[in-house]
């Protein structure tokens, strides 16, 4: 292959970035060329993804890639958060809107699909955790509210496949997002045709799934002339989470993975997924990854709590145009000023249940936080830097927590806990979880999603070897610092 530089277009649910990577003496190099905001829109009485926005940002990041003074990347690969949809007509359209899984319309769907397969049974199928928002039930409330929607579905794309579709014409089911969906079969690896029956909902728009590696198409003419180059679009595990594992510099089997970023997914990786009823009951997952691995984890609800806290102060919302809190201060806080409030709040101590769902999209973070620790009888947070540490805490003690089960449930000990993501960032969480956990944090690369987007393509393309050449090459390529549990 004459593929030198690979685009990553990564979009998370704050923030969407395109980079560029390449290999130069064994290292690999990543270029920003263009990041943006990832806000949501309200239609139709829904919280909803701004499409076109995200289609607009991921042509003028590719634009941008390839102004680089490297040239035009020959090969790219798109990547964003998993779960959400679209649905398409006959004609290709798209019906409705990409509705955002913090939108309210899931409520109750657990109850519902409960009703028509029992939990175990779903569990021992999908090895997918119960999450309000997963496919499965968001299906539910659309055919509750515009059955006629899914009627008129010929495909389902998810959000990654359909920007893939929207650059190459081309509709492809990659598999690491579709296992997101909670309707595949976790050992055939395929959408369980069964399960789709038990739960009414028409098999024809579910196609089979193909592997990262899978070539999906060059850019259509319309597209190329509008970025200035054409470029072969490629899969990598389209799942944002999928691609940031498989760029964890790993030292050995040991090894405990975080990617922080809006959720914090901790977890291993695993040759078979785990169904057994212990990890049913704490709501371990088991996601397809790169290279036919599982992803054994747990979401904690991360980052988000932080970035809300940080929106409600400064009098913004995640929604476009939505009421939002009127600002607490005379100037924007950053998190920075956050976690030094936070500091100066040593030694409260309030502990919430950050796994706890009222957290995934309350009307005001702070005042559920405040509710929570009342009605748990403990000390009610009276500061923002009393917030702020009631969440610090609290997202540390879930993580040794969650570390604690993870041992019990497949019997491994481990050695220490990598830390990837925007969030491997914050040295003060590092601090507090290795202190909660007992274990060194590896702290680094904060981009290993892109990291991860760019390396399947690079080994799809025969430049990178697989899985333990990548961690190698990452871990020579970016800086990654060690954190002691007793600094
Ligand atoms: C992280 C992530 C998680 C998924 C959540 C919702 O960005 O993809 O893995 O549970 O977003 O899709």
Redesign the pocket.
């Known amino acids: 292959s004459d593929t030198k530089r690979y685009a990553a277009v990564d979009i998370?649910?704050s923030t969407g970035r395109v980079l560029v990577g390449w290999l130069e003496d064994g290292r690999m190099r990543l270029e920003e060329a263009h990041r943006f905001d990832n806000s949501q829109i309200r239609v139709g009485g829904h919280n909803c993804w701004d499409m076109h926005g995200l289609f607009e940002n991921m042509i003028e990041g590719l634009r941008k890639a390839g102004e680089l003074p490297g040239g035009p990347p020959g090969s790219i690969g798109i990547d964003t958060?998993?779960?959400?949809f679209v649905l398409l007509d006959r004609d290709r359209k798209m019906i409705g809107e990409a509705v955002s899984?913090r939108d309210a319309r899931c409520n109750g769907m657990c109850e519902v699909v409960e009703g028509l397969i029992a939990p175990e049974d779903l569990f021992a199928r999908t090895g997918i955790q119960r999450?309000l928002?997963n496919t499965v039930y968001q299906l539910m409330a659309l055919k509750k509210e515009h059955p006629e929607q899914l009627a008129a579905a010929r495909h389902l794309l998810m959000i990654p496949d359909y920007l893939n579709f929207l650059l190459t014409g081309r509709m492809r089911t990659e598999y690491t997002n579709a296992t997101?969906t909670g309707l595949l079969n976790a050992r055939s690896r395929d959408w369980d045709r069964d399960l789709l029956d038990l739960v009414g909902l028409p098999p024809c728009v579910f196609e089979r799934p193909v592997m990262p590696g899978v070539e999906v198409g060059e850019f259509t003419d319309e597209v190329a002339a509008r970025i200035g180059y054409s470029a072969r679009v490629v899969l990598p595990a389209t799942?944002?989470?999928g691609s940031a594992f498989l760029a964890v510099p790993a030292r050995d089997r040991h090894g405990v993975f975080i990617s922080s970023?809006?959720?914090s997914?901790l977890g291993v990786e695993r040759s078979e997924p785990v169904t057994s009823s212990a990890a049913l009951r704490e709501n371990f997952t088991n996601e397809g990854g790169y290279g036919l691995r599982y992803r054994f984890l747990k979401?904690i609800m991360g980052l988000w709590m932080i970035q809300s806290v940080r929106r409600e102060v400064n009098g913004t919302s995640y929604v476009r145009g939505s009421a939002a809190a009127s600002a607490r201060f005379d100037h924007a806080v950053d998190f920075d000023e956050l976690r030094a409030l936070c500091r100066d709040a040593e030694p409260f101590e309030a502990r919430i249940d950050v796994d706890d769902e009222r957290f995934l999209a309350p009307d005001s973070m702070i005042s559920e936080i405040e509710a929570a620790c009342r009605e748990s009888g403990q000390p009610v947070p009276q500061t923002l830097g009393q917030i702020m540490r009631t969440i610090y805490a609290s997202l540390a003690a879930c993580y040794a927590r969650s570390i604690a089960s993870l041992r019990e449930i497949t019997g491994c000990d481990f050695s220490s806990i990598n830390i990837v993501g925007g969030g491997c960032q914050d040295s003060y969480l590092n601090r507090m979880t290795a202190a909660a956990t007992g274990l060194p944090v590896f702290a680094g690369p904060i981009e290993a999603t892109a990291i991860g987007n760019v390396a399947a393509q690079m080994i799809a393309a025969g430049h990178l070897d697989g899985t333990d050449e990548v961690r190698r090459c990452v871990a020579a390529s970016f800086p990654i610092e060690r954190i002691d549990p007793d600094t």
């Open positions: 998370g649910a958060w998993g779960v959400d899984y999450q928002f997101t799942h944002d989470t970023g809006t959720w997914l979401n």
